[in-house]
């Protein structure tokens, strides 16, 4: 009876080894599909994140060009605004001038005929 039982026994521990094994493999198995799915998620998330860094630096270089220009519009404006008060105050100096010259011609008109040569 005791090489029966011996029997039995090293059937079970053969069995329950083999079992083992096959646990053991199927864990590792899925490990190795869980690995290759976060791998495979991580090149995702890195492909999108990518993708959106180079579409940022796009806008961002579009937001510089549009700031350069409306600088430049900017510039023009002022250059344009400075020409055109330039011109109004040139034109008010020689109203202004004018002005002057009537007023000394008639000063002097209202002298000569008083008497009073200045």
């Known amino acids: 009876m005791s090489l029966r039982i011996k029997t039995v026994v090293e059937k079970f521990v053969e069995e329950l080894k083999e079992a083992l094994d096959a646990d053991i493999q199927d864990r590792n198995m899925k490990e190795r599909e869980m690995q290759s799915y976060i791998e495979e998620r991580e090149r995702e998330v890195a492909e999108r994140e990518a993708a959106w860094k180079a579409e940022l630096s ?61």
Not at 63 to 76: A, D, P, S, T, W
Not at 97 to 112: D, G, H, P, S
């Open 58 to 118: 796009r806008r961002e270089a579009e937001i510089v060009r549009q700031e350069v220009k409306l600088k430049m519009e900017r510039e023009n404006l002022e250059k344009e605004k400075s020409v055109l008060m330039g011109t109004a105050s040139n034109q008010d100096n020689l109203d202004g001038a004018l002005e002057i010259t009537e007023k000394k011609e008639l000063n002097a008109a209202a002298c000569r005929r008083n008497g009073n040569f200045s």
